[in-house]
C-alpha cells in the first residue's frame, strides 16, 4: 500500500507538470486559435537560456528571472510576433506546420550552439526522500506538485476573480462583442502568450533537475501534455489540469504494475477511448470557448 501511495504522489507531480503545459495549449487555442507543436520544446529551451545565464556566474536567482524573462520574450511575444500573426492568416493548418518546423529547430539549435550532451541543473529541493507513515516520497516530488499546482490556482484566481481575467475570457468567447464592450482584445491575446511563457519556464525550472537538462526533453513532454490536453477538453483549463494529472498517475501505475514497454501505449489507449466515447474530453464542452 505504501508503494501504491509513492507511485500516485509522484504521478500526481509528473501529471502536475503535464497539467502546466496542457494549459499553454487550451490557452492559446481559446484566444488565437493556435495548435503549437513547438510547446515542448518551449519547455526544454528556458532551462538553457538558465544555465547559460548562471556560465556568466550569476546566482541561481538570478539565472531564473532572466529565464523567465527571455521565455515570455521570446517564447511569447516573439512567437506571436512573427510566427503566429504572419501564419494564422492562412489558416490553422499552415500555422500547425510552422510551429512543427519550429520545434526542430529549436531541438537542432540547442544541439548544435549549446550541447547535445544532458547538462546538470540544478533544484529547488534537496534529493532525498521524504518518510511520511512509511510512505517514502522525494522531496523534489513533492517541490514539484506544489509549485505546480499553487501556480495553477494562483492562474484559476487570475481569470476568475479579476478584472483582466474576465477581459480574457470575454476575448476568448467572442472577440467582436468584446470589441464592442471595450476591450482590448489584441492585448489580451498577447497576455496569453506572455502567460503561456512564464508556465512554460516554470515547467522547464521544475522538470529539469530531475530528467537534466538535453535537447530532446520536449519531445515527450509536449506529445503528453497535448494528450492530456484533449483527455481534459482542449476548451476547458480545468479540463487541462485534469487531464494532466489523470495522465501523469495512469503513465506512473502502468509502468509499475504492467509493463515499462508498453508504458507509452496505455495512455494512447487512454486517448483512443475519451475521443471514441466523450469526443469533447471529460470536462470540455462542445461549444462553449472560455479560458
Known amino acids: 500500500m505504501a508503494n501504491f501511495i509513492a507511485l500516485v504522489i509522484a504521478g500526481l507531480a509528473t501529471g502536475a507538470l503535464y497539467a502546466l503545459v496542457a494549459i499553454g495549449f487550451t490557452l492559446l487555442w481559446q484566444t488565437s486559435q493556435t495548435i503549437n507543436f513547438a510547446q515542448g520544446e518551449f519547455v526544454m529551451l528556458p532551462a538553457f537560456f538558465m544555465l547559460a545565464a548562471m556560465n556568466f556566474h550569476l546566482p541561481f536567482w538570478a539565472a531564473i528571472l532572466i529565464g523567465l524573462a527571455l521565455s515570455m ?6 512567437f506571436k510576433k512573427l510566427l503566429v500573426d504572419p501564419m494564422l492568416k492562412h489558416g490553422v493548418l499552415p500555422l500547425a506546420i510552422a510551429t512543427m518546423a519550429l520545434s526542430t529547430f529549436l531541438k537542432e539549435s540547442v544541439k548544435t550552439f549549446y550541447s547535445a550532451e544532458a547538462s546538470p541543473f540544478p ?3 534537496p534529493d532525498a526522500d521524504l518518510h511520511i507513515l512509511g510512505v517514502a516520497v522525494s522531496w523534489q516530488n513533492l517541490a514539484v506538485l506544489v509549485v505546480a499546482l499553487a501556480a495553477m490556482v494562483a492562474l484559476q484566481a487570475l481569470l476568475n476573480r479579476t478584472r483582466l481575467g474576465r477581459q480574457m475570457q470575454a476575448a476568448a468567447q ?3 462583442a468584446a470589441r464592442i464592450l471595450g476591450v482590448p482584445v489584441e ?5 496569453t502568450f506572455l502567460i503561456n511563457g512564464a508556465l512554460v519556464a516554470l515547467a522547464s525550472l521544475l522538470i529539469s533537475p530531475i530528467y537534466l537538462a538535453k535537447f530532446t526533453n520536449g519531445e515527450t513532454l509536449g506529445l503528453a501534455a497535448f494528450v492530456a490536453a484533449i483527455v481534459g477538453g482542449y476548451n476547458q483549463i480545468r479540463g487541462a489540469i485534469v487531464g494532466g494529472l489523470l495522465l501523469g498517475v495512469v503513465d506512473n501505475l502502468s509502468a509499475a504494475y504492467v509493463s515499462t514497454q508498453y508504458r507509452g501505449a496505455i495512455p494512447m489507449a487512454l486517448l483512443i477511448a475519451i475521443i471514441l466515447f466523450k ?3 471529460l470536462l470540455g464542452r462542445a461549444e462553449e470557448r472560455t479560458v
Not at 520574450?73 to 516573439?78: E, K, N, S, V, W
Not at 492585448?187 to 497576455?191: G, P, S, T
Open 73 to 78: 520574450t521570446i517564447l511569447g511575444c516573439a
Open 123 to 125: 533544484s529547488l529541493a
Open 174 to 176: 467572442n472577440p467582436t
Open 187 to 191: 492585448r489580451m491575446i498577447l497576455l
Open 279 to 281: 469526443p469533447n474530453g
